[in-house]
């Protein structure tokens, strides 16, 4: 894909201007659900905080300017009639600003410092730069002048004091905001703007290079995918030990240990060692029980809850999309890995006398409030046994490679065991369901995740597998999968995970279909994910009957899966040389 940074315009409503290892972004999102008149300095150390406000000023009269907001992969404008204000990110923490004909304030977002928030303003008698400090991120954020004129107010102010930087010139200006720990050497310019602003489009070309080499033609969407996810890649800091991608640089700024699976395996082909640290980032914080974390952001590793097991699946595709495997003692110590978070499940999750493992809430499988856990919340679930069950046969090929043939039967029979469990104590002959530890009360709801044992692609039984793909196809609307059936009582256009469409319910669900044998099934889903995605952009889910986004509009797992479901029709339509394309 030849790629044109310019071409790919998008709402910075919906999707926040930032860089690859940036702790912030540039957006008027300024907490969940809030979109800010002005755009904002947001900051993703310490959580999510709005630090400084930007506003365009009318240079003759002072006031706001009205202004139109123009983004693009590489640059952020603010135009108005004979005026604008041009930012780019000359590096992760630096944004290098120019003015013409357009002056700009810049104040603290929370207007009140106390002795714990807010942010306090000085000028530093060293450099003679500005520096905000924030109580919030722990970061101070340094306002370094370069060409034209600063006016100061409030300097060293305290309370409600009115604390601003105006930015302006006759003959234009240009200024450089940076984030920092503590101190820093005295800030001089690497170079002029435009080469600020070349350096930048060039590393976004590189990346976008590397993770979407498609055809316009076959993805459309691929360049703005590729943007989403690298804008939301953060460098290592607090506890993230590794290079990571936030779902979003809005408000849902973590890895989730399930959610990062999906970016592994986009930028597996293209990455692979960007893609080796997202799989494994969780996997850092595994705990003494085996267990991986709820989350992990720049400030805060959660336990209290769990993700879904999904990660043998994930490795299984991620060793077949890599172009290079790790190193054998990588992989031995991923085999170690994986194996205490099988043992998790089958130990810690599996009660006495019990064959199959249970989730404690719906938060812990992922679909936080779906149906399947309307009546209980401690339930044995069906996608649970299945996604253990790929688990443990990909522990048992991992064996195989580091040439443990005692371990690699072992957790084949354990696999097996598992499956006959869930086959004898969940199908009904119909359908699968599920029941809580210790009760033979076995319950039933018109939740998708209720079919997710697909995920077993050929390991199921014929017949199981195709009533599981017959119910499947009746979840499909016009734009997807809905997570509950459209026709259940239970049905929300707008209820999480009782009816919008996800990104990794969709690609689960592909991927069993297609080792089912049911590819024209596989293929429409395929097709019709990838065309919400064209028309709707990466919301974190969208409305199963119109296709509108939802939530969280830049999500990275949805644009990752848009990129990954994108290259595998790419792949398997694209003809060998010498032979025909393999289908639509």
Same mark, same amino acid.
């Given at each position: 894909?030849?790629?044109?940074?310019?071409?790919?315009?998008?709402?910075?409503?919906?999707?926040?201007?930032?860089?690859?290892?940036?702790?912030?972004?540039?957006?008027?999102?300024?907490?969940?659900?809030?979109?800010?008149?002005?755009?904002?300095?947001?900051?993703?150390?310490?959580?999510?905080?709005?630090?400084?406000?930007?506003?365009?000023?009318?240079?003759?009269?002072?006031?706001?300017?009205?202004?139109?907001?123009?983004?693009?992969?590489?640059?952020?404008?603010?135009?108005?009639?004979?005026?604008?204000?041009?930012?780019?990110?000359?590096?992760?923490?630096?944004?290098?600003?120019?003015?013409?004909?357009?002056?700009?304030?810049?104040?603290?977002?929370?207007?009140?410092?106390?002795?714990?928030?807010?942010?306090?303003?000085?000028?530093?008698?060293?450099?003679?730069?500005?520096?905000?400090?924030?109580?919030?991120?722990?970061?101070?954020?340094?306002?370094? &002048?370069?060409?034209?004129?600063?006016?100061?107010?409030? &300097?060293?102010?305290?309370?409600?004091?009115?604390?601003?930087?105006?930015?302006?010139?006759?003959?234009?200006?240009?200024?450089?905001?940076?984030?920092?720990?503590?101190?820093?050497?005295?800030?001089?310019?690497?170079?002029?703007?435009?080469?600020?602003?070349?350096?930048?489009?060039?590393?976004?070309?590189?990346?976008?290079?590397?993770?979407?080499?498609?055809?316009?033609?076959?993805?459309?969407?691929?360049?703005?995918?590729?943007?989403?996810?690298?804008?939301?890649?953060?460098?290592?800091?607090?506890?993230?030990?590794?290079?990571?991608?936030?779902?979003?640089?809005?408000?849902?700024?973590?890895?989730?240990?399930?959610?990062?699976?999906?970016?592994? @395996?986009? &930028?597996?082909?293209?990455?692979?060692?960007?893609?080796?640290?997202?799989?494994?980032?969780?996997?850092?914080?595994?705990?003494?029980?085996?267990?991986?974390?709820?989350?992990?952001?720049?400030?805060?590793?959660?336990?209290?809850?769990?993700?879904?097991?999904?990660?043998?699946?994930?490795?299984?595709?991620?060793?077949?999309?890599?172009?290079?495997?790790?190193?054998?003692?990588?992989?031995?110590?991923?085999?170690?890995? &994986?194996?205490?978070?099988?043992?998790?499940?089958?130990?810690?999750?599996?009660?006495?006398?019990?064959?199959?493992?249970?989730?404690?809430?719906?938060?812990?499988?992922?679909?936080?409030?779906?149906?399947?856990?309307?009546?209980?919340?401690?339930?044995?679930?069906?996608? @649970?046994?299945?996604?253990?069950?790929?688990?443990?046969?990909? @522990?048992?090929?991992?064996?195989?490679?580091?040439?443990?043939?005692?371990?690699?039967?072992?957790?084949?029979?354990?696999?097996?065991?598992?499956?006959?469990?869930?086959?004898?104590?969940?199908?009904?002959?119909?359908?699968?369901?599920?029941?809580?530890?210790?009760?033979?009360?076995?319950?039933?709801?018109?939740?998708?995740?209720?079919?997710?044992?697909?995920?077993?692609?050929?390991?199921?039984?014929?017949?199981?597998?195709?009533?599981?793909?017959?119910?499947?196809?009746?979840?499909?609307?016009?734009?997807?999968?809905?997570?509950?059936?459209?026709?259940?009582?239970?049905?929300?256009?707008?209820?999480?995970?009782?009816?919008?469409?996800?990104?990794?319910?969709?690609?689960?669900?592909?991927?069993?279909?297609?080792?089912?044998?049911?590819?024209?099934?596989?293929?429409?889903?395929?097709?019709?994910?990838?065309?919400?995605?064209?028309?709707?952009?990466?919301?974190?889910?969208?409305?199963?009957?119109?296709?509108?986004?939802?939530?969280?509009?830049?999500?990275?797992?949805?644009?990752?899966?848009?990129?990954?479901?994108?290259?595998?029709?790419?792949?398997?339509?694209?003809?060998?040389?010498?032979?025909?394309?393999?289908?639509?």
């Amino acid at each position: 894909m030849t790629l044109n940074p310019e071409s790919h315009a998008f709402a910075i409503q919906e999707i926040p201007f930032s860089r690859q290892g940036s702790w912030f972004n540039i957006s008027p999102v300024t907490s969940q659900h809030t979109r800010a008149q002005d755009l904002h300095l947001v900051s993703h150390q310490n959580g999510m905080h709005a630090v400084l406000r930007l506003v365009p000023l009318d240079p003759v009269t002072g006031e706001r300017a009205e202004t139109v907001w123009k983004a693009t992969p590489t640059t952020l404008v603010w135009q108005a009639d004979g005026g604008r204000i041009s930012l780019v990110y000359e590096s992760a923490d630096t944004v290098r600003l120019r003015g013409e004909q357009l002056d700009l304030d810049i104040t603290p977002a929370d207007r009140e410092l106390t002795s714990f928030t807010g942010t306090y303003l000085y000028r530093d008698p060293v450099d003679g730069s500005h520096q905000f400090t924030s109580y919030e991120t722990g970061r101070r954020y340094r306002v370094t &002048l370069l060409t034209g004129v600063v006016a100061a107010a409030g &300097l060293e102010g305290l309370g409600g004091a009115d604390r601003r930087l105006v930015l302006s010139g006759p003959a234009g200006w240009e200024a450089v905001i940076e984030e920092i720990d503590s101190a820093r050497q005295p800030y001089t310019a690497p170079g002029a703007f435009a080469a600020a602003a070349a350096s930048h489009a060039e590393a976004f070309r590189d990346f976008a290079d590397a993770v979407a080499p498609l055809p316009a033609a076959k993805a459309p969407a691929a360049e703005l995918a590729a943007y989403v996810m690298w804008s939301a890649t953060v460098r290592p800091a607090g506890f993230l030990r590794r290079p990571a991608v936030l779902m979003s640089k809005h408000w849902m700024d973590k890895v989730w240990s399930w959610d990062h699976c999906f970016n592994a @395996l986009a &930028l597996a082909p293209g990455l692979p060692d960007l893609a080796w640290d997202q799989f494994q980032t969780p996997f850092d914080h595994q705990d003494e029980t085996g267990a991986l974390p709820d989350s992990v952001t720049h400030s805060e590793v959660l336990y209290n809850f769990v993700k879904p097991p999904i990660h043998g699946w994930t490795l299984r595709r991620l060793r077949e999309r890599l172009p290079r495997l790790p190193e054998p003692g990588e992989l031995a110590e991923t085999y170690r890995r &994986l194996g205490r978070w099988t043992d998790f499940w089958l130990r810690a999750r599996t009660a006495p006398g019990q064959r199959l493992p249970h989730y404690q809430h719906g938060n812990d499988s992922g679909w936080d409030n779906a149906t399947t856990f309307d009546g209980r919340r401690v339930l044995i679930t069906a996608d @649970l046994a299945a996604f253990l069950i790929l688990q443990l046969a990909e @522990l048992a090929a991992l064996a195989a490679d580091v040439g443990d043939a005692e371990a690699a039967a072992r957790h084949r029979g354990t696999a097996d065991e598992l499956q006959d469990a869930l086959l004898e104590d969940l199908w009904s002959g119909d359908r699968f369901r599920s029941r809580a530890p210790r009760s033979p009360d076995a319950s039933a709801s018109r939740s998708l995740l209720d079919l997710m044992p697909i995920v077993l692609g050929e390991r199921l039984p014929r017949a199981v597998g195709d009533r599981l793909a017959e119910r499947i196809a009746s979840h499909l609307t016009p734009h997807g999968l809905a997570t509950e059936h459209i026709d259940s009582p239970h049905y929300e256009s707008d209820g999480y995970w009782r009816g919008p469409i996800w990104a990794p319910a969709t690609v689960l669900i592909e991927d069993g279909l297609r080792r089912t044998g049911h590819t024209d099934l596989a293929d429409d889903i395929s097709h019709r994910f990838r065309a919400l995605c064209e028309k709707s952009g990466f919301a974190e889910n969208f409305d199963a009957l119109t296709g509108e986004g939802l939530r969280d509009r830049a999500y990275t797992w949805t644009a990752s899966s848009y990129l990954l479901l994108a290259d595998d029709h790419h792949r398997r339509t694209s003809p060998a040389p010498g032979t025909s394309p393999a289908g639509p």
